[in-house]
């Protein structure tokens, strides 16, 4: 099979840009973004991510506004329109490669819209290739870069539409292609791994935008090889970062993000304290992450030529969360995205920030 970027010659692999070099299920290839305005009256997640090995193109939208999330997830068959990004009512268009992107959301059930341009203002960061084995047996292998810059467009909410400019609102860009655990759907024939858990602590992942900068930086309890890393991005250059101190802040229960600040140190001397403050969280789950589709099958999982689903949550609370049927519940994990204000020296401007409070030894996920 042959597609449009068949056309251009950055073939890598004796195979059109239809297949993949691998045959696992797991591998897949695709954008996530958080987007938030700096006051905190909107913030989202979103993601659209292909899974050619399955035939399988899938995204989701999860928007909090007013302590509500609203949760949209949907998913087609990728064959034969597997060059257009789009799923259902969900799409993003590559207006300038690496310098901005188009995301939109038309009407669906759940009563959300979105039409908003990410114009990067800072200089990518690639990551190496991370692997991990566990007992030996290959778990993940995959590459991601990150960037960030302004936002400008709008959001609907029911009859509210909400306007976003660029000097107040901010994304964050996350693309990675490989194998990635807990994608693709359940490996129901191998055997669970026996070591290697996620070691109990505090895990941040962080990436920023100021008005004249960006960054990113890792913490994470086991020691990871990237964890104590981080770079300063700007529109000219990359800075390295040597030296991260975190002091983050809770909400009653210790579990979810309400405030602190970190300290970076970068290569050329310079020290950088900014402060955060919380505007909200939005739930993974919401998205699909750990089983959070209807079916408990994850992302990646064909569910027919075109599907579609959602739900709406009350995520007031810090931990408890409200269904449309007035049932409370607590997910068995702390994962969430928080969204902050963050204000350093060059003014103020937003992170994504998940903070994750690893309460005890995880699967690999």
Avoid at 174 to 202: D, E, I
């Amino acid at each position: 099979m042959l597609i449009g970027m068949d056309e251009y010659p950055f073939h890598q692999i004796a195979e059109s840009f239809a297949g993949a070099a691998t045959g696992d299920p797991s591998w897949n290839d695709g954008h996530y973004f958080g987007i938030t305005d700096h006051d905190g009256r909107v913030s989202l997640t979103a993601s659209i991510r292909l899974y050619p090995n399955n035939d399988v193109i899938d995204g989701f939208v999860c928007l909090r506004h007013r302590d509500k999330q609203y949760n949209v997830r949907v998913s087609r068959r990728l064959r034969p329109d597997i060059d257009t990004l789009r799923v259902g009512p969900l799409g993003m268009e590559i207006a300038e490669p690496m310098k901005s992107v188009r995301l939109f959301l038309e009407p669906n059930e759940r009563g959300i819209e979105l039409d908003l341009l990410c114009t990067t203002t800072v200089t990518p960061v690639r990551s190496p290739v991370e692997t991990t084995r566990i007992d030996g047996r290959l778990v993940s292998e995959r590459t991601t870069y990150e960037v960030t810059g302004s936002v400008a467009g709008w959001v609907r909410v029911a009859d509210e539409r909400i306007e976003l400019r660029d000097d107040t609102a901010s994304f964050f860009r996350n693309h990675s292609w490989g194998m990635h655990p807990g994608r693709g759907g359940p490996r129901t024939y191998a055997a669970p791994g026996q070591s290697k858990r996620r070691t109990p602590g505090v895990r941040q992942w962080v990436l920023f935008r100021t008005p004249g900068s960006g960054g990113h930086f890792f913490l994470d309890p086991s020691g990871r090889r990237a964890s104590g890393r981080g770079v300063l991005m700007y529109p000219d250059r990359l800075v390295d970062v040597t030296e991260v101190e975190s002091a983050p802040e809770f909400h009653d229960g210790g579990r979810r993000l309400s405030g602190g600040s970190f300290t970076l140190t970068a290569a050329d001397g310079a020290v950088t304290t900014y402060k955060v403050t919380d505007l909200g969280w939005v739930y993974c789950q919401g998205g699909g992450y750990f089983g959070g589709w209807d079916d408990g099958l994850g992302q990646g999982v064909f569910r027919g030529d075109s599907y579609a689903e959602g739900e709406v949550w009350d995520v007031s609370h810090p931990t408890t969360v409200v269904d449309e049927s007035g049932r409370s519940f607590e997910f068995d994990h702390d994962w969430a995205e928080n969204f902050v204000r963050l204000t350093g020296p060059d003014g103020v401007g937003a992170a994504h920030y998940e903070c994750v409070v690893i309460r005890e030894a995880e699967q690999w996920s």
